[in-house]
């Protein structure tokens, strides 16, 4: 199931800050964007589930159109200014939305370009490196080599218990939710 979900500020007056789409748990995620999290560190951050649906097209088309709504599209990356909107794309694909300007792209070529190593930088990188081989010796490739031909029963058999130690074993909606935000003392789940 896909759920389209809003996250708001825990201020007096909260205002929304992020519209996003994804799994059941991945409202809760705090991999985010750095201004997401300079937000959140800020103003704390209320999880509010707004959509349910097992059609992913559905949840996009939700998305773009809350995202609007709401009016958290920013290409402002600033946590400090004073828009507060954490989405940098439009919605409906997530980062594979997101469309570089040519002036960007370029930017980036040329920062990767030209880049050179100092001499100092160099003597300290082979000094660090003095002693070590950079490839296996004949017998440690033997040794991983026979070691290698066992470890998939071994994983096999070691799966397999670890599955039936699980059986009957069930985590509640609320436990996968804290797993989700790592006990994140800005988090809360009012809906």
Not at 16 to 21: E, I, N, P, T, W
Not at 56 to 84: G, L
Not at 100 to 116: A, F, P, V, Y
Not at 120 to 132: F, V
Request: glycine residues 8%; aromatic residues 10%.
């Amino acid at each position: 199931m896909f759920v389209g979900y809003k996250h708001y500020t825990l201020e007096e007056i909260p205002r929304c800050f992020y519209v996003g789409k994804g799994s059941e748990l991945r409202p809760y995620d705090t991999r985010r964007n750095h201004k997401w999290k300079g937000i959140v560190k800020r103003y704390g951050c209320n999880v509010v589930i707004c959509f349910q649906s097992f059609d992913e097209k559905s949840v996009f088309d939700w998305e773009i159109e809350n995202i609007k709504i709401e009016n958290t599209f920013s290409s402002d990356h600033n946590h400090d200014s004073d828009d507060i909107g954490c989405n940098f794309t439009l919605g409906g694909e997530g980062p594979a939305g997101l469309k570089r300007s040519e002036e960007t792209r370029k930017n980036m070529s040329l920062g990767q370009k030209g880049h050179e190593v100092k001499q100092k930088t160099r003597e300290k990188i082979s000094a660090s490196n003095t002693g070590k081989t950079k490839h296996f010796s004949d017998e440690h490739r033997m040794f991983l080599s026979e070691k290698g031909k066992s470890f998939g029963k071994r994983m096999s058999s070691h799966t397999l218990k670890l599955n039936q130690s699980r059986i009957g074993t069930h985590l509640t909606k609320n436990h996968k939710a804290k797993l989700g935000i790592k006990n994140s003392s800005n988090f809360t789940n009012k809906q």
